[in-house]
């Protein structure tokens, strides 16, 4: 399912449209944006789409497109929500390479985490990444996800193994967090 426009400070989540599977496409033909993704190889035009239409009909599923400025800089999302146990797995790629170093990972995982917690009543969020991605391991700290283990040499990127570390945000941590906040303004 798409999630609901979902207004920050200096990003928009909000529902993707079709003819923005271009744009997105474009995003996995740079190398310095799909330098620490999983994915390796851009999809094609169709398959970006049927990817998108998979991700509006699913029930486990949730995802955002990312706008600043009035312009598609990147996508969000809760993959594989387990309902019964309370938890998804979580990503975001910023595929505007403009926007890098500004903040706006931090405050999308914020607005995702107080959606998952507080709309879906998700108890954790997992995520991951590549040992090394300087800048998701600083956005997933201030969020408040905490390393929940290392996979050694998990992933081959640019002649070497890299260790993928994951991590985990639990609803009651997040929620103590939010508490500190109000006490501090």
Excluded: C
Aim: no cysteine; glycine share 10%.
């Amino acid at each position: 399912m798409y999630g609901p426009r979902i207004e920050g400070l200096a990003v928009t989540l909000r529902p993707p449209v079709e003819a923005e599977a271009e744009t997105m496409i474009g995003w996995f033909q740079d190398p310095e944006v799909i330098r620490y993704l999983d994915r390796r190889f851009p999809p094609s035009l169709q398959s970006q789409r049927e990817w998108l239409l998979r991700m509006a009909d699913s029930r486990d599923d949730l995802f955002w497109a990312l706008e600043h400025d009035g312009r598609l800089i990147g996508g969000t999302g809760i993959h594989g929500i387990d309902w019964a146990n309370q938890n998804g797995t979580t990503g975001i790629v910023v595929g505007d390479r403009l926007v890098w170093g500004r903040g706006i990972a931090t405050e999308v995982m914020r607005l995702r985490a107080r959606y998952a917690f507080r709309e879906l009543n998700l108890r954790k969020l997992k995520s991951r990444f590549i040992d090394g991605n300087q800048g998701s391991a600083r956005a997933q700290l201030a969020t408040g996800y905490r390393q929940s283990g290392r996979l050694r040499q998990e992933t081959f990127r640019e002649g070497r193994w890299h260790d993928v570390i994951t991590t985990e945000l639990l609803r009651d941590d997040w929620e103590a967090s939010q508490a500190g906040r109000a006490s501090d303004s």
